[in-house]
């Protein structure tokens, strides 16, 4: 069974500093998603990762993958205030198109 | 277009009720999804639609009928549903069973 885990699930900082969200996957897959969510609102695709050493940016936001290791990082450059949302990774089972969702990581920051 | 459009955005229906939830894609895109999130979870997949046949069914209760009239339109029937079913119910759609999923804005069902 295919299990994704995402650390840290909460994370206040402050505005300027830079920080990674970890995406860990338990079985070999080769697509992996980031969605932003936030709060009640529905997600936002940010980043499609396809290949191994796969490296996605888009403003302050980088992804990267690395599929040898089944881990996934999300990487924020001088955080804002318009980036608190709830970020989550995303793993393609198999060639079903189900995705399985980490748990998410909530990212607060502060002025 | 780049949307998927569901209705209702709020629907709030007692156990008795019959609804639909309603989704709509003008992308072209031939896969389609339902998905629950339930408040500070991440979304479970429930059913998927590859060219309009239902490929995927994750054990979901009875009381949760899916439908695809066309390749553009995904229905979500719901009968007499239990509190417990109170969550956001999420529409995707993708070109393909691999490609990139894109949600909808979500329905917020709470059933009283």
């Known amino acids: 069974e295919l299990k994704v885990e995402q650390n840290p699930l909460f994370l206040s900082m402050q505005e300027g500093k830079n920080y990674t969200i970890y995406c860990n996957y338990s079985?070999?897959?080769?697509?992996l998603y980031w969605y932003r969510q936030d709060p009640g609102k529905s997600l936002e695709s940010l980043f499609v990762?396809?290949?191994?050493?796969a490296v996605k940016q888009e403003g302050r936001l980088m992804a990267s993958l690395d599929t040898k290791a089944r881990l996934s990082t999300l990487h924020i450059t001088a955080a804002v205030h318009d980036l608190s949302a709830t970020y989550f990774c995303?793993?393609?089972?198999?060639?079903?198109?189900?995705?399985?969702f980490g748990q998410g990581t909530t990212l607060q920051v502060k002025p | 277009d780049t949307e998927v459009t569901q209705t209702p955005k709020h629907l709030v229906m007692g156990m008795t009720n019959k609804k639909s939830l309603k989704c709509e894609q003008h992308?072209?895109?031939?896969?389609m999804y339902w998905y629950k999130q339930k408040a500070k979870k991440p979304p479970e997949l429930m059913f998927v639609?590859?060219?309009?046949?239902?490929?995927i069914n994750e054990s979901v209760p009875s009381r949760f009928s899916p439908e695809c009239p066309n390749s553009s339109l995904l229905n979500l029937h719901l009968h007499a549903l239990q509190p417990e079913d109170s969550a956001l119910y999420l529409c995707?759609?993708?070109?393909?069973?691999?490609?990139?999923?894109?949600f909808g804005q979500g329905t917020r069902l709470t059933v009283v």
């Open positions: 995303a793993v393609d089972h198999g060639n079903t198109g189900k995705l399985i």
């Open positions: 639609y590859s060219y309009e046949k239902l490929s």
């Open positions: 079985t070999t897959s080769d697509r």
């Open positions: 992308m072209g895109h031939r896969a």
């Open positions: 995707a759609s993708s070109r393909g069973a691999r490609t990139e999923a894109f």
């Open positions: 990762l396809l290949s191994n050493g």
